[in-house]
């Protein structure tokens, strides 16, 4: 393969969560007096770290939300989690195909240590990834669209920016990856090409992904 490190966004791409992250995400919002729908939270929150809703809310509303809101947030997420996640189809194959290959490969989230960890054991995908290769936006000091976060992931593993790929499925995660000098592919299950432009390529199916790295 060309590449010496893929790096894995993990919501969307590992594991099937962003439709249930963002049903709960726009319900809690409403609940909060903050009206957001299903698509809202898509368009506005996909792909980001948690201080981006704190942000953007307070931007709109010169509101806070409430001192307690990421722990609840994040219990009623990862309790959902529980019941309903699965890995993305096709993910297995991809990262046995990588360990084959010999090629290295990382997760980098905007979602916590806990929330991968979370999701990770309910899919079984705790079995390819460990502490070595798991990165969240809590490493760094800004999340995505910010680079930093693959900058790091890319340092911790050992390799130059300019020597890994990212696959990403939300606008966020493209424009970090640009930002960091990585190629990256837009894996289209939640936002369209055009959503994700400038991704080296597209695909809306994971067996699709080891032919774009070769």
């Known amino acids: 393969m060309r590449y010496d490190l893929v790096i894995f966004d993990n919501d969307g791409v590992l594991v099937d969560s962003e439709p249930i992250a963002n049903t ?9 007096g903050h009206p957001t729908s299903y698509e809202d939270s898509i368009r506005d929150y996909m792909g980001s770290a948690v201080h981006r809703i704190h942000d953007l809310v307070g931007e709109r509303t010169g509101q806070r939300l409430p001192a307690d809101f990421d722990d609840t947030l994040h219990a009623r ?3 959902a989690f529980e019941r309903e996640l699965h890995a993305v189809p096709g993910v297995g194959a991809v990262l046995e195909k990588l360990v084959a290959e010999q090629v ?8 916590s240590h806990e929330r ?3 999701g990770h054991r309910r899919t ?3 079995a390819w990834f460990r502490a070595g290769n798991i990165f969240s936006a809590q490493d760094v000091g ?15 593993m050992g390799i130059a920016p300019g020597r890994c790929v990212v696959v990403e499925d939300s606008p966020l995660g493209v424009a970090a990856a640009h930002a960091a000098g990585m190629d990256v592919y837009g894996f289209t299950a939640m936002s369209s090409a055009a959503k994700l432009g400038g991704a080296k390529g597209y695909f809306g199916d994971m067996a699709e992904l080891p032919g774009m790295l070769v």
């Not at 995505?144 to 890319?154: H, N």
């Open 116 to 118: 991968i960890r979370v």
């Open 24 to 32: 709960i995400l726009a319900e809690y919002l409403t609940e909060l």
């Open 104 to 111: 290295p490969f990382c997760v980098a989230s905007s979602g």
């Open 77 to 79: 997420t990862f309790a």
């Open 124 to 126: 079984g995908l705790d």
């Open 142 to 156: 800004r999340g995505k669209p910010a680079p930093d976060l693959f900058l790091y992931a890319a340092e911790r």
